[in-house]
């Protein structure tokens, strides 16, 4: 099975295709390409693995939290490849639990730890996900200064943006960093929710300000 994996809301936007033999092919973006690196990028993997984009028979997609632009940028993406095929089902998946699972496989003494990815979201607030003993027990969420003081006492936290509101906050958790790898990116993508391409949307878990920004005016 030839399985074609986009997930733009990491630190760096990834292309996955692992092909009938198990052979993964990768193209990761810096954070500083933008989206439209993102068709080139899964041109170059089908080229490298010598697969025809026709002959994909599966496809998963990172809806987020994250950006909303790089959402949207890797779903018209998808849904421009599967045109002709808009009743297609993919597989859906959360960044921040690619960010779990990747953190516990290659480590495994972890797993038995409570950890909490943190995504920023704004300045004061974080998308957070909270685990233990390998499942997901809150979250994606936003929250915000009070939740994040009193809420992650116990936890580890996972990467980069941890460490932005650990330092923000003054927060005593510790720090983990941890490198993401295909095998669990593709681990986490298979258990995701099935959607048809024509029905993707993002994880809304907040407006964007420019909509709040709208609606204080009105209430003015």
């Known amino acids: 099975m030839n399985f074609l994996v986009i997930s733009t809301t990491l630190k760096n936007i990834f292309v996955v295709l692992k092909d009938e033999k198990n052979n993964i ?4 973006l810096t954070e500083n390409k933008s989206g439209n ?3 080139n990028a899964i041109k170059e993997v089908a080229e ?3 697969t025809n984009i026709k002959n994909i028979d599966e496809f998963g997609i990172d809806i987020g939290p994250g950006s909303f632009t790089g959402i949207r940028v890797a779903i018209s993406t998808l849904q421009g490849l599967l045109i002709d ?3 297609k089902e993919v597989y859906t998946f959360f960044s921040s639990d690619v960010l779990y699972r990747s953190t516990v496989n290659n480590n495994p003494d972890l797993k038995k730890e409570k950890l909490a990815v943190l995504k920023r979201a704004r ?3 974080a998308y957070a996900s909270i685990y233990e003993n390998g499942k997901r027990i809150f979250g994606p969420q936003m929250v915000f200064e009070e939740f994040l003081r009193d809420s992650l006492n116990n936890c580890i936290l996972i990467n980069e943006e941890a460490e932005y509101f650990k330092n923000k906050y003054k927060l ?3 720090v983990f960093y941890s490198n993401i790898d295909e095998k669990s990116l593709i681990e986490e993508v298979i258990k995701g929710k099935r959607v048809k391409v024509k029905n993707l949307e993002p994880l ?3 407006k ?3 909509v709040e920004n709208l609606e204080r005016e009105k209430t003015k």
Not at 25 to 28: A, C, D, K
């Open 172 to 174: 005593e958790n510790e």
């Open 123 to 125: 300045e004061n607030a």
């Open 37 to 39: 690196y993102l068709a």
């Open 85 to 87: 095929n808009p009743e």
């Open 25 to 28: 092919y990768t193209r990761t």
């Open 48 to 50: 490298e693995s010598k």
């Open 204 to 206: 809304y878990l907040q």
């Open 208 to 210: 964007p300000l420019a």
